[in-house]
Nanobody, 125 residues
Framework: QVQLVESGGGFVQAGGSLRLSCTAS????????MGWFRQTPGKEHEFVAA????????TYADSVKGRFTVSRDNAKNTVYLQMNSLKPEDTAVYYC??????????????????WGQGTQVTVSS
C-alpha cells in the first residue's frame, strides 16, 4: 500500500508564494498519474492540477492556470505544487492523490485514491 503525506502549507498574504510537497511511502506511486485537489469545510474536493507519471504532460484548473505549476521527482517519490500570485480564494486544505481509474476524467476526484491528511493553505487579503 502507498501512504501520501502533504506538507508545505502555511499562512501568506495575497500575492505571495508557497510550494507544496507530497511524499509517498513507497515507489509504487510512481507508476500513476498524480493529482492535486483542494477542499474547504463542508465542500467537495476541487481539482487543481495533475501530472503524468513521466511529468511530460500537466493539466490545470482554469482558476490556477498561469499561477500554479505541478512537477514531480520520481527518484524521491515526491510531487510538488508551486503556487505563485496567491489569492484569498485559494485558501483551502490541499491534498495530493494517485490516479487509479482511467475511465473517469483526470479532473474528477472519482479517478483518484489514497488521499492523505492534507496541508492547510491560508491566504489573507
Amino acid at each position: 500500500q502507498v501512504q501520501l503525506v502533504e506538507s508545505g502549507g502555511g499562512f501568506v498574504q495575497a500575492g505571495g508564494s508557497l510550494r507544496l510537497s507530497c511524499t509517498a511511502s513507497g515507489r509504487s506511486s510512481a507508476i500513476y498519474d498524480m493529482g492535486w485537489f483542494r477542499q474547504t469545510p463542508g465542500k467537495e474536493h476541487e481539482f487543481v492540477a495533475a501530472t503524468t507519471y513521466s511529468g511530460s504532460r500537466s493539466t490545470y484548473a482554469d482558476s490556477v492556470k498561469g499561477r500554479f505549476t505541478v512537477s514531480r521527482d520520481n527518484a524521491k517519490n515526491t510531487v510538488y505544487l508551486q503556487m505563485n500570485s496567491l489569492k484569498p480564494e485559494d485558501t483551502a486544505v490541499y491534498y495530493c492523490s494517485k490516479r487509479q481509474r482511467a475511465s473517469a476524467p483526470i479532473s474528477s476526484p472519482s479517478a483518484y485514491g489514497d488521499w492523505g491528511q492534507g496541508t492547510q493553505v491560508t491566504v489573507s487579503s
